[in-house]
């Protein structure tokens, strides 16, 4: 009897391992992810089948034309087949998703997010308080996260050289020394070509006050236990002398007169290639611009100018903001996705410690390796890879340039990006719209308003006159605004 005993167990513990086994062996979770990155580089598909195989999931990339995103999400949602995970470029702001969420399109992920440590970790918090849209506490997302930071300035240091101009060492011009330095680029021939054909700032789309930090101009603020945005200011005139000194950059011929007819690309062309001296620019893509302006003159430098000041005292104390939460869109999740916590899986590996150099730079072991404790990029390493569009970590300055960046460059421009971020404070609103923003009559004077902000940069209007248009703003809603604006932040500060 012992051998038939025996031969059994020997079938119960085989059925028991094959048992055991079909974890490993269960097919991928299949789902759809519908994003704007363009096509995938070599790198890329690499990357994402690595991904693919360590969390046995499967994913069929949707990718329209960049140019048609937009109208892409307003085909599918029109169709009533919903892709798994949506990439909404503009995150809250994107009418078709707040759409969707109130039409049930997407899950809220409260009851899900404790299970995802490394979302939680390096998203900032109140991007995720930002997707609470319905009013309800509940999350209809996750944020793509990105790094807050007060931006400065880019200026040819190289002109500065021609000019006999010092560069000031601590990054800060007063608005004394700035308008010196414009009027020089403007009138004084910087680039030595004999021609009047320069200018000494440029900007891009619509006439609004450039350098309002200077101003002290930082969105929502506690002031002596008010919140407020000093634009709106009935008794403080940081705005009016933000409008003063606009005024006088263009009224003075500084400012490039093509400013309102140009987007982000062209302004940036027009620095490198010396049309004008100086713009507002983040630091993290200026090895990108120093290769360019040096192709087309050796003798291209840039600066970097991280804010300027009214006196040179007020430095210390120099902020910027971000108006919002700083997220760079949002990612939202189907109803109809069959395991949302598999695609919340997917998410978080992205930017956990196993998985971030690798979304940050291609696959290891073909476009870089670890060397010395520091990752060394090879020769297939490819800077347009798309992998670093799917996830960000809060904070990270490194992540924007390039590991194949020379060295000694790579730590300067992290270090302008730290000292930006550094410099940055939240404006308290997070983004948030007061209920009267869709009134139409206060729709139609905001409009109005930044018509005339712009008569007043050029000229066709008094800076003065900015008492009067402020007035106007607090009658045709302004009053509610500012109201429902200071109850939300003391709720949301737990005053």
Known sequence: MKKPVSLF???????????LGHADDEAPYEFSLRTNVGDLTENDKIWLAGVEEKLNIKINLILPATSAYVESL????ASGEYDDLVLYNNGVKDPTYKEAVKNGLYIAVNDLLPDYPNLLQYTNAAE?????????DQIYGVPRTTVNRADGYAIRKDWLDNLGIPFPEDGYLTTDELYDILYAFTFKDPDGNGQNDTYGFTHYGTIAPIFQFTFGLIGWQDYDGEYMDLKYSKTADNYKRCLAFNNKLWMDGLFDPDWPTIGSNVMIDRLDSGVTGMCQRFAGHMSTDVIKGQALNPDYELGYIYGIVENREDIENYRGSMFSTGSWGLWAISSQAE????ILGFLDYLISDEGWWETQSGPEGVAWNWVDGERVATDKYDSSIKSRNFGRRFGDASFFVH?????ELRELIVSRIQKCVDNCVDSLDYGFVPAVSDDPVFIDYNKYMATEISKII???????DWDEILEGWYQAGGDQYIAEMQAHIAESQGK
């Open 128 to 136: 995720f308080d930002e997707l609470k849209i319905l009013g309800d």
């Open 403 to 407: 590991i194949n960046t020379d060295k």
């Open 74 to 77: 307003q085909i599918m949602i």
């Open 458 to 464: 050029t000229g066709a209007r008094p800076v003065d």
């Open 9 to 19: 167990l020997i079938l119960v513990m085989a059925l028991s391992i094959a048992c």
């Open 339 to 342: 395991h949302p916590e598999k």
